[in-house]
Structure formats: C-alpha cells, structure tokens
C-alpha cells in the first residue's frame, strides 16, 4: 500500500527558509515526483517536479527560490524553500508528478509564511 507522509512545515517569516520531506512507501516512488500545493480558495497546483534520473522542473512562481531533489535509497523527495514570500503560504503535497500515476493524498504539511 502506497503511503505518502509530508513534513518539515511551519510559520517562517518572508524571506525565510524551510525545507519540507516527503516520506515515500510502496512502489510510486519509482515515478517522477512532484511537490504540489494548495492555497485557501485555490486550485492544487504543481510547484516542483523531479524524475527518477534527477531531471527537476519548477513552475515559474517558485524557480529560483525552491530546490526539489529525492534520496533514492530513503524513498524520500524534499523540497528545500528559499526567499520565502507570503503567496507560498499554502498546504503542501507530494505525490507522483504525472496525474495518470497519482496515488492517495497524504495529509500534506502547512507553511505559512507572515511576519
């Protein structure tokens, strides 16, 4: 059974920093992975995405800012968050990058971002 387990959230201040984990059980962390999140009112939406080679993708709101990188041998995907801005405030997801191979949803981790 497929378990996805995010953490490493928090209230940070702008321009702060945080670095989140996904913990990854069962066979979807052969996939690509993705960093996805959600803001009150607003659409999911993918942030980051890496394959199982390391390629990484980042939607334009975040690049230069966030760094996704996985651990193959601890089935773990993080995402290190730089310059932080209160529009990153929002619930953050990890699951496969493609929707096709989309598994259960974990409970996600919160960032906020305020001063």
């Known amino acids: 059974q497929v378990q996805l387990v995010e953490s490493g959230g928090g209230l940070v201040q702008p321009g702060g920093s945080l670095r989140l984990s996904c913990a990854i059980s069962?066979?979807?962390?052969?996939?690509?992975m993705g960093w996805f999140r959600q803001a009150p009112g607003k659409q999911r939406e993918l942030v980051a995405a890496?394959?199982?080679?390391?390629?990484?993708n980042y939607a334009d709101s975040v690049k230069g800012r966030f760094t996704i990188s996985r651990d193959n041998a601890r089935n773990t995907v993080y995402l290190q968050m730089n310059s932080l801005k209160p529009e990153d405030t929002a619930v953050y997801y990890c699951n496969a990058a493609d929707p096709l191979r989309f598994t259960s949803w974990g409970q996600g981790t919160q960032v906020t971002v305020s001063s």
């Open positions: 890496i394959s199982r080679g390391g390629s990484t």
């Open positions: 069962g066979s979807i962390f052969r996939e690509a």
